[in-house]
């Protein structure tokens, strides 16, 4: 159990606190300010919006998702007024976007920038969040809403030496707003995830010289992403309507292809013009649309990874890093989170870019002049590290939550994430989360999932505030359930197989349990409909004094 937080004088007094200005704090603030009416206080680390899309400026950062789905649907004005310049939105346009929202819908105002959240602590006499900032603000709210993204505590492992380092350590997830020039500099970056296979290619065209550091290949498949034609935006623009409805009815709220059974049922051939056909689509249709057993049975899921190995093959001139490339056989592919990249392998075609092998060499440390493996020494001026995130649970963890009876949400996950469908954590009443584990999160187009959870969370809070309750907590049993429910799922896949950031895996001491609802969209939309249509059977609530609460009127089910 925690100690309770440092709490200074008069805690400023309002209805709910948001943490986080990305694609989730934005509209959270907007259904709860201009819908419900509520006096909400938002708070953002950074000094502007945009969440993800501000701070991952790296070179290539782009969205694997197209850019007609990865956007808000909830105002067909702003859906016909925006224009996407590409088919796959680059990291600039994104947040152009986000900037364009927040000013559209006048948001900025309710936002305080360069104010990180430190403490957030239920206070059981009040029945109210204490939400305290590193500049020791605090806020009293009844609702205490993280919208502090899945990705987006990075992860910088500590290496030997790195302090020494004469050049510049650069972190693709913290990059600078100025941008880098590598022109004529000797560049090495350590990962080759899905921000890393964005990066090379684009840092390859620049750097004198760039060293990638492996430890794992992935299995990367062609973005394909192409420049928005006139016509192709008016297309899209007629059926929006209809493309919204498909992704919300699809496993993971986009339109892939459609996938076939079973890569095992196929002949060799039909099976190769399947996947040929899904490559040449790009973006995620080889991993979820191509066919229905792959993530589930490993032999039909080493038909895709062959495949995808011999595309590398193709493309890496040299067969020896070409061999490096590829994932080992037995090494399932999508089990990881597949990078989409533009001319990765080609890349490493090029004279300037030095592919290293760490797990036959690991690093040893950084030097003052570079970096230093069991085998070698590389001289460097920017050392980059691609390594990716404290997934899911690092930037809740770092805002230091207790919940009743002291008890900090580090010890309630201590074995690993449990919630009541991904929203509700049992203990922590009127919190509530966005895209968090065991909620489609990670497997779903993020800003349709996350206008799913504000819709739910406004319409729950309505309810809420119309019947005068005080307080919400799901029931332990609940959580339970719902617990086990998505550890069945997953078990029936391959996924708990990968050491992948799903499972927690890339952070040392964390538990290894697969964080994703994995029963799609659609059902996911069921299950929380279902709760909220039957007045909220899973949960608790406590009836009390609402009178300095202005009560709202609009119901998203009404
Ligand atoms: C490089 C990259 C590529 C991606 N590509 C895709 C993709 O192709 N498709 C897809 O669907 N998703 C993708 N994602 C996932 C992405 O996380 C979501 O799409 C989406 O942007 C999440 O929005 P969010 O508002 O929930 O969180 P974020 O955008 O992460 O915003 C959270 C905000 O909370 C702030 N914050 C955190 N902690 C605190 C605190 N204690 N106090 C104050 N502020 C705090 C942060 O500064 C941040 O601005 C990608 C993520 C990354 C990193």
Redesign the pocket.
Same mark, same amino acid.
């Given at each position: 159990m925690s100690d309770t937080t440092k709490q200074t004088a008069t805690p400023n007094k309002v209805d709910a606190v948001v943490?986080?200005?990305?694609?989730?704090?934005l509209y959270m603030l907007h259904l709860l300010r201009d819908k419900l009416n509520l006096n909400v206080a938002t708070?953002?680390?950074?000094d502007a919006v945009g /969440? #993800?899309?501000?701070w991952?400026r790296y070179p290539g950062?782009r969205?694997?998702?197209a850019s007609h789905h990865?956007s808000y649907s909830f105002s067909k004005e702003l859906q016909q007024e925006w224009q996407w310049p590409e088919k796959f939105p680059a990291q600039p346009d994104i947040l152009l976007y986000l900037e364009h929202v927040a000013d559209r819908f006048d948001l900025k105002r309710d936002i305080q920038f360069n104010?990180?959240?430190e403490t957030a602590v239920f206070d059981e006499e009040d029945q109210r969040w204490i939400v305290t900032t590193e500049k020791g603000e605090t806020y009293s709210a009844k609702y205490f809403i993280p919208?502090? /993204? #899945?990705?987006?505590d990075v992860n910088i492992p500590p290496i030997k030496g790195q302090d020494s380092f004469k050049g510049e350590i650069l972190v693709t997830?913290r990059w600078p707003k100025d941008g880098v020039d590598f022109t004529g500099k000797r560049v090495g970056i350590i990962g080759t995830g899905a921000?890393a296979v964005q990066a090379i290619p684009v840092i390859a065209e620049e750097a004198a010289h760039l060293t990638v550091f492996q430890r794992t290949p992935y299995f990367a498949v062609p973005l394909q992403n192409e420049v928005m034609t006139e016509a192709e935006d008016q297309k899209i623009k007629a059926s929006y309507d209809q493309l919204r409805k498909d992704a919300r009815d699809s496993f993971a709220g986009v339109t892939l292809c459609e996938p076939r059974p079973s890569a095992l049922a196929d002949s060799p051939e039909e099976r190769k013009a399947h996947y040929e056909s899904c490559y040449k689509e790009g973006s995620f249709n080889l991993w979820l649309g191509s066919y229905e057993d792959l993530l589930f049975d490993q032999e039909a899921n080493e038909t895709a990874a062959e495949f995808i190995r011999e595309k590398i093959r193709e493309r890496v001139t040299d067969r020896e890093i070409a061999e490096m490339l590829c994932p080992r056989e037995g090494v399932s592919y999508g089990t990881k989170r597949q990078p989409c990249e533009t001319g990765y392998f080609e890349a490493y075609n090029r004279d300037n870019v030095t592919l290293v092998d760490i797990h036959k060499s690991p690093i040893e440390e950084i030097t003052p002049e570079g970096l230093r493996t069991t085998d070698e020494i590389y001289e460097l001026d920017y050392l980059i590290y691609a390594t990716g995130f404290d997934a899911f649970t690092g930037?809740l963890f770092?805002?230091n939550v207790t919940g009743r009876n002291g008890l900090t949400l580090k010890e309630h996950w201590s074995d690993g994430p449990r919630t009541y469908l991904g929203l509700s954590m049992t203990g922590f009443p009127n919190l509530f989360n966005?895209?968090g584990p065991q909620s489609p999160s990670a497997f779903y187009?993020?800003p349709l999932g996350?206008e799913t959870h504000c819709d739910w969370i406004a319409d729950c809070i309505s309810y809420m505030n119309e019947n005068g309750l005080a307080t919400i907590d799901a029931d332990p049993a609940a959580e339970e359930a719902w617990l086990a429910h998505t550890v069945e799922l997953a078990d029936a896949s391959l996924f708990p197989q990968a050491s992948s950031w799903y499972m927690g895996a890339n952070i040392p001491g964390k538990p290894r349990v697969f964080m994703v609802y994995l029963g799609g969209g659609k059902a996911y939309q069921e299950a929380i409909d279902r709760e909220a249509a039957d007045k909220y059977p899973s949960y608790t609530f406590v009836r009390g004094d609402t009178e300095q609460m202005r009560v709202g009127t609009w119901a998203l089910s009404s």
């Open positions: 943490v986080g200005a990305g694609f989730a704090g708070m953002e680390a950074a /969440g #993800v899309w501000y991952n950062a969205c694997d998702i990865y104010t990180r959240v919208a502090t /993204g #899945v990705l987006s997830g921000t930037s770092k805002m966005i895209t187009n993020f996350i």
